[in-house]
């Protein structure tokens, strides 16, 4: 199946600074990629999709200003969180459709801010 | 806007006995429903999918059911283990599934007895 790779893993930050988080298709190339965020115990609200050399598209709600997404190449897309709050502690995780049947999303293992 | 609603939040069965999780959804443009599992702080994993044109769909002990005209669809989990235990979740693609986008349920957390 297709694998996606996301990084980091973890991160915990002071209030202020920027967070980058990558995903990357591993085996595949995703001219779309899906972000989401997840409280604990929550659902996964999809934040934003990530098109590859255009700009990303963003839920209703989200800060795009807040929340930079880049799509630089077929195989990866970047979130970058910047200046983080306490209250933008969540876990992120990206998600890619695989080739073939292209409904099937692939998820990366997810990153799991701590904004202090 | 559209959404998925998932019943119930929490379950809990006897090893060996069967689970049944449902999920309602609002998009009657939905013609994709996938099933994820997810256990604790790692990333959800695709268990099963029904296309629109299907009614119902098993994986040995994983089965899918979805009725189009009420916009239900369940998931059934015979002969349970404890490694079923973990977050599942269901999902809806939002508008045709050519765009990728999935709205998810709220989840429910399985608990399997030994």
């Known amino acids: 199946g297709a694998v996606v790779s996301q990084h980091p893993s973890r991160v915990i930050c002071k209030s202020g600074t920027s967070v980058k988080i990558e995903c990357r298709s591993l085996d595949f190339q995703a001219t779309t990629m899906f972000w989401y965020r997840q409280f604990p115990k929550q659902s996964l609200m999809l934040m934003a999709t990530?098109?590859?050399?255009?700009?990303?598209?963003?839920e209703q709600g989200v800060e795009k200003d807040k929340f930079l997404i880049n799509h630089a190449s077929l195989t990866l897309s970047t979130l970058t969180v910047t200046s983080a709050h306490p209250e933008d502690s969540s876990f992120y995780i990206c998600s890619a459709p695989g080739t073939g049947a292209h409904e099937k999303l692939f998820f990366g293992s997810g990153t799991q801010l701590s904004v202090l | 806007g559209e959404n998925v609603e998932q019943h119930p939040s929490t379950l809990s069965v006897q090893e060996g006995d069967s689970a049944v999780i449902k999920c309602t959804y609002s998009d009657s443009a939905s013609n994709y429903f996938p099933w994820y599992k997810q256990e604790l702080g790692k990333r959800p994993q695709l268990i099963i999918d029904i296309r629109s044109n299907v009614g119902e769909k098993k994986d040995q002990r994983i089965a899918v059911t979805l009725n189009k005209t009420a916009k239900h669809f369940s998931l059934h989990i015979t002969e349970t283990q404890p490694e079923d235990s973990a977050v599942y979740f269901c999902a809806a693609s939002l508008g045709s599934s050519n765009t990728g986008k999935l709205i998810f349920g709220q989840g429910t957390t399985l608990q399997v007895k030994p």
């Open positions: 990530s098109n590859e050399g255009s700009k990303a598209t963003y």
